[in-house]
Structure formats: C-alpha cells, structure tokens
C-alpha cells in the first residue's frame, strides 16, 4: 500500500446519524478516509464527497474483518452501537453484542498498531441508578482505552439532529400528540448538543493531540429537563401543547406507546427510554478549552435540524414553520 495515498482514517459506522455527517466534515479538509460497512447495507450519500471514501465491507463482530478495515490506518472513529430489534430479548441482548464488538476493535487494533481511536459515547455516572444502556456505552469506553492505541472519550446527552434516534422520538410525540401524559423522567435534567457541534469536537479530538488517551463531556450551553427540551420543540414550531409527567408510567408501557407514535424501532425506544432516568449533564468542561467552539442554543439546533428534515428524506408531519424566539 502506498503510504502518500492510503487511507489513515478509518469511520466506523459511516451508514448512521453521526458517522455519515463526519465524512463531509472530514471531507472538506481533505483527510483520506476509509468507511467500515456492514453488508448488505451500501453507503447511500445525499450528495457526493469530493474525495471517494474507501469502503470495505465487515462486521465489528467479525474479528478478521476488522484487522482488514484497519490495515494502514493511523485514527479510527468509533461511532458504531447495537441497539436494535423488535423481540424484549433483541432489546436486551445489546450491551453484550457491544462489548463483544468493542473487544474485537481493541484486540486489531493492537494487532495492528493503530495510534488512535475516537469514541462517542452517552453521558451518565454509573452511580446514578444508571440505565444499562448508558452502562454499556461507559463499558465500552472503557474497552476502547484498554489497548494500546491512545483513545479519547467524548460523551454526550442527546444529540439535536434531523435523523438521530433521540431528536426524531422528541419530534413525532410532539408534531403528532397535543396533550401528553409522560413518565416521571421527562423532568430529568440533560445537557442537549447541536449535531454540528458534536461534528466540530470530533473532528477537533483529530486534529488536537492533546485530547488523546482522555475523556472529555461535551454538552450544548443548556442545562435543560426533557419537558423543556418537548416544550422548547413546540414553542420554535408553533404549536400548542400540554406536556406533564404522572407517576405509575412504567418504561416498557411507554416504549411500545412511542413505538407505535413514532417510526423509531421499539429496540432503540426503550434503551433510550430507559436511559432518560438518569441526569444527562457535563461534569466538566475541559474540552472548551481545548477546542474553543461557539456552542448552538437548542432552540437553533432544533430549527437547524427542521430546515434539514424538510429537505431530506425525513420529511415532517405538518406545514413547516420553523419560530425562533426574539431575544430582545
Ligand atoms: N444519536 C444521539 O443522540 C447520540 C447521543 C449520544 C451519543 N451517541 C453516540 O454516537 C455514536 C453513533 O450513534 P448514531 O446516533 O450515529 O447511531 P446510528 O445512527 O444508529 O448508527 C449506528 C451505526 O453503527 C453501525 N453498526 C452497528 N453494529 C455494527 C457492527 N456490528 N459492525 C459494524 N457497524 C455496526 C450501524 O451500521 P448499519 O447501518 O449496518 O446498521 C450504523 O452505521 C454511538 O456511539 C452513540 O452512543 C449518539
């Protein structure tokens, strides 16, 4: 393999929310990209990168697909989960395919000297009465800083974007129901992050050796409840709604009602669900200094991230109307 040529990044999960946007940020600076795919899925872009990815096919679950994706490589990203499924044992069987998967990354890695590695993963203390998927994405940070190539850690509450999992459940309750009786959760505190500033930081760990082998939150300028985060939604949308939390709401009563409300998969519904118990909010926040970046309020990010549905393949329920708030 020529050295001036291959490709010294590698994105794992370029066919989702985050990995898919990354590629353009990576793009517009030129870096030589490779993207692990996982057949029979194809990488589908909406509009076409300047330097053509290289793509190989394999499964983080298949140990010798990885050494393969990670020959010649410098950084890899690390951008891949497993929730999924429709059956209450698919639902559960996540955290151990996870660990499974970040296992094998970190035995290749080895194998093939990789320098490093960046992860995104959830915001949460484990001493929070925490929800085994936020457990599960810590327990892979942690496998992910195991081996020998230098990993950073950033960890983040819910991301603010058109097509991720958290954004979309928020935006089909809210477009579709005007009075919502919740679980006791909505009132657990988050701190949101605007897609385009989770892309900044990723991109900044590459190009900031200082973040190596560290974990570092990164969160938006707001600490917000989920009910603020629904009401906010409605207000920058214009729509009238009642939002309140009662008690006796149990998780798996409110995942297969927002399974049926929303297209999001029942196996990513309820880990999420679940996950909202626990308080969401950066511990620290190192990484401004590190990566200086002027951070998006969400009342911007959810209008970002509608002027994105209208245009792309998820189109929205309703007229669009998108109300930023005045701030005189
Ligand atoms: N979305 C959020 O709000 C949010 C918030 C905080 C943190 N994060 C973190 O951000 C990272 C990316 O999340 P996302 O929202 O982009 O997820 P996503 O849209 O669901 O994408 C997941 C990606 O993982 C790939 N994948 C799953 N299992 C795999 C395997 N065994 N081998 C290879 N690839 C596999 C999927 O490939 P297929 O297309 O083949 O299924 C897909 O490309 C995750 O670590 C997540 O915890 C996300």
């Not at 050796?209 to 906010?232: K, N, Q």
Request: with cysteine; aromatic share 8%; net charge neutral.
């Amino acid at each position: 393999m020529n050295p001036t040529t291959s490709p010294r990044i590698l994105v794992t999960g370029p066919t989702g929310f985050i990995g898919k946007r990354l590629l353009y940020k990576l793009d517009e600076k030129d870096h030589r990209v490779r993207c692990l795919v996982r057949p029979p899925e194809e990488l589908n872009l909406a509009a076409p990168l300047n330097n053509k990815p290289e793509i190989v096919y394999g499964d983080l679950l298949d140990p010798d697909s990885i050494e393969k994706a990670l020959d010649g490589i410098e950084v890899a990203y690390y951008l891949v989960h497993s929730m999924g499924g429709k059956s209450f044992r698919e639902m559960k069987a996540f955290e151990e395919r996870d660990r499974k998967a970040a296992q094998n990354f970190v035995n290749a890695a080895d194998k093939v000297g990789l320098k490093r590695i960046i992860y995104l993963g959830g915001l949460g203390e484990m001493a929070d009465n925490i929800s085994s998927h936020l457990a599960s994405r810590q327990e892979v940070g942690k496998i992910l800083s195991s081996g020998r190539a230098k990993a950073t850690v950033l960890r983040a509450a819910v991301i603010i974007g058109a097509g991720g999992a958290g954004f979309e459940i928020m935006r089909y309750l809210v477009e579709r129901l005007p009075i919502m009786l919740c679980p006791k959760w909505i009132y657990t505190r988050s701190q949101p992050i605007a897609v385009e500033n989770v892309l900044d930081y990723l991109v900044g760990a590459l190009e900031t050796p200082e973040t190596a082998a560290d974990t570092f939150d990164i969160g938006g300028p707001e600490v917000l409840s989920y009910v603020d985060l629904m009401r906010m939604y409605a207000r920058v949308r214009g729509l009238k709604r009642i939002i309140m939390g009662v008690p006796f709401f149990y998780t798996l009563l409110s995942t297969y009602w927002v399974a049926l409300i929303t297209p999001v998969p029942s196996g990513i519904v309820f880990p999420l669900a679940e996950g909202l118990r626990t308080p969401a909010v950066c511990r620290e926040n190192r990484i401004q200094a590190l990566i200086p970046l002027q951070l998006i309020n969400m009342d911007q990010a959810i209008c970002n991230a509608l002027a994105e549905e209208e245009k792309g393949p998820g189109k929205l329920l309703s007229q669009q109307s998108c109300f930023l708030p005045s701030y005189d």
